[in-house]
């Protein structure tokens, strides 16, 4: 039985990328050569995951990155025989999630195994085509697992443990935030979600507003994929990536800002102006900057042996303007930079006394000024002082 299981994994086609995941790969193995060693050595790799067989190939293969997931995604017809293929593989991968540890451990030796696992019945194909119906939220591939991503090497790859950040846990622009939901629940909604750029004075939680929105939407299939300034060269490969994906996107640039030479400056308005690398109805790129105007503008540059010096600081200042949506978090006022102390004091299960604010006051005077980070730092430093 084993050795035939081994040999149906081997011809999969359509769901074939599941042999390259390393717990599969380990079970494969021991179906192949059955042993105590690769037996512990599966089960070991399965317990990563949980202790059911069952649940652990469905997960692997709903998230599969394969040619029928892409062309239900790209809305283009299914042949045939691909059609077929996916009804005999779902069927044989549920009759092997089915597999008992005592069934497989009789290959190997007497006895009961120090090390079991779980199955359970469930239908395969029923499952499969409930995750293609949900497409559009749940995605496909390392979109369907991770909902936050980097750039490594010209690939994309999961962030796989990123800020946690809540709205909920946000304090004070609410109206400033108001105006990214709106547009971010737009692109969600296919409507037109212009590019947003969050500008102002440092520690008002503009990078948090962003990740906060991701975290609040990724259940509606909204996926965040943060580059850095010196990525943005490869900012169209990424769209190309991207382009006909079912779920939508925030393209990420955090405190970004440019010098008067700077090549990334280039390849940033390029995109922003649209260009053949222009951006797809299922993303938007959002920036944060402490600068409106994003190039730093020197004395040097006004009197330079440039013919046409106006021309050029025009362009420069002029790729904030590139963006539809431009919004502006200022420090706060001393009272609301106190509600904000109050409101999270209340989070961290605090008393809010009058000496609490005085000393919040005089924690924000000594540091930069009043701002959202100055109060959430003073409030975790109270947080941390032992009880007595």
Request: a negative charge; one cysteine or more; hydrophobic letters at 40%.
């Given at each position: 039985?084993?050795?035939?299981?081994?040999?149906?994994?081997?011809?999969?086609?359509?769901?074939?990328?599941?042999?390259?995941?390393?717990?599969?790969?380990?079970?494969?193995?021991?179906?192949?050569?059955?042993?105590?060693?690769?037996?512990?050595?599966?089960?070991?790799?399965?317990?990563?995951?949980?202790?059911?067989?069952?649940?652990?190939?469905?997960?692997?293969?709903?998230?599969?990155?394969?040619?029928?997931?892409k062309?239900?995604?790209?809305?283009?017809?299914?042949?045939?025989?691909?059609?077929?293929?996916?009804?005999?593989?779902?069927?044989?991968?549920?009759?092997?999630?089915?597999?008992?540890?005592?069934?497989?451990?009789?290959?190997?030796?007497?006895?009961?195994?120090?090390?079991?696992?779980?199955?359970?019945?469930?239908?395969?194909?029923?499952?499969?085509?409930?995750?293609?119906?949900?497409?559009?939220?749940?995605?496909?591939?390392?979109?369907?697992?991770?909902?936050?991503?980097?750039?490594?090497?010209?690939?994309?790859?999961?962030?796989?443990?990123?800020?946690?950040?809540?709205?909920?846990?946000?304090?004070?622009?609410?109206?400033?935030?108001e105006?990214?939901?709106?547009?971010?629940?737009?692109?969600?909604?296919?409507?037109?979600?212009?590019?947003?750029l969050?500008?102002?004075?440092?520690?008002?939680g503009?990078?948090?507003?962003?990740?906060?929105?991701?975290?609040?939407?990724?259940?509606?299939?909204l996926?965040?994929?943060?580059?850095?300034?010196?990525?943005?060269?490869?900012?169209?490969?990424?769209?190309?990536?991207?382009?006909?994906?079912?779920?939508?996107?925030?393209?990420f640039?955090?405190?970004?800002?440019?010098?008067?030479?700077?090549?990334?400056?280039?390849?940033?308005?390029?995109?922003?102006?649209?260009?053949?690398?222009?951006?797809?109805?299922?993303?938007?790129?959002?920036?944060?900057?402490?600068?409106?105007?994003?190039?730093?503008?020197?004395?040097?540059?006004?009197?330079?042996?440039?013919?046409?010096?106006?021309?050029?600081?025009?362009?420069q200042?002029?790729?904030?303007?590139?963006?539809?949506?431009?919004?502006?978090?200022?420090?706060?006022?001393?009272?609301n930079?106190?509600?904000?102390?109050?409101?999270?004091?209340?989070?961290?299960?605090?008393?809010?006394?009058?000496?609490?604010?005085?000393?919040?006051?005089?924690?924000?005077?000594?540091?930069?000024?009043?701002?959202?980070?100055?109060?959430?730092?003073?409030?975790?430093?109270?947080?941390a002082?032992?009880?007595?």
């Amino acid at each position: 039985m084993l050795k035939e299981y081994a040999e149906k994994m081997q011809s999969l086609a359509v769901f074939r990328g599941i042999l390259q995941e390393q717990t599969v790969a380990k079970l494969l193995k021991f179906l192949k050569e059955p042993s105590a060693d690769s037996y512990g050595d599966f089960v070991s790799g399965l317990y990563l995951h949980g202790d059911s067989l069952t649940d652990f190939l469905i997960d692997v293969v709903t998230e599969d990155e394969n040619v029928y997931m892409k062309r239900i995604a790209e809305f283009k017809e299914i042949p045939a025989n691909i059609d077929e293929a996916v009804r005999n593989e779902l069927e044989f991968l549920q009759v092997l999630s089915r597999l008992t540890s005592e069934e497989a451990w009789s290959a190997v030796g007497a006895g009961k195994p120090f090390a079991c696992w779980e199955t359970s019945e469930k239908d395969f194909l029923n499952i499969y085509r409930e995750r293609i119906a949900a497409l559009h939220t749940k995605g496909f591939g390392i979109f369907a697992k991770y909902h936050a991503f980097s750039l490594k090497d010209g690939r994309i790859v999961p962030i796989k443990n990123p800020d946690p950040q809540k709205l909920s846990q946000l304090s004070g622009y609410e109206l400033e935030r108001e105006k990214i939901i709106a547009n971010t629940i737009a692109l969600l909604n296919d409507k037109p979600a212009p590019n947003a750029l969050l500008y102002g004075d440092a520690g008002t939680g503009k990078s948090s507003t962003v990740k906060a929105i991701v975290n609040e939407y990724r259940d509606r299939g909204l996926r965040l994929i943060e580059l850095t300034k010196v990525q943005l060269g490869e900012l169209p490969t990424v769209i190309e990536k991207i382009a006909g994906n079912p779920l939508k996107f925030i393209i990420f640039i955090d405190d970004i800002s440019f010098s008067s030479d700077d090549d990334n400056f280039s390849a940033l308005k390029a995109v922003l102006e649209g260009s053949s690398a222009a951006k797809t109805s299922n993303m938007a790129i959002y920036c944060t900057s402490n600068r409106r105007h994003l190039v730093k503008e020197n004395f040097s540059d006004r009197s330079g042996d440039d013919m046409h010096a106006s021309d050029t600081r025009e362009e420069q200042i002029s790729l904030s303007e590139r963006f539809g949506l431009k919004v502006l978090f200022q420090k706060p006022t001393k009272e609301n930079y106190l509600q904000i102390v109050k409101n999270l004091a209340e989070q961290y299960g605090i008393e809010c006394t009058p000496d609490l604010l005085t000393r919040a006051e005089a924690y924000a005077l000594r540091r930069s000024g009043r701002s959202g980070r100055a109060a959430k730092h003073f409030i975790e430093l109270e947080a941390a002082k032992p009880i007595v």
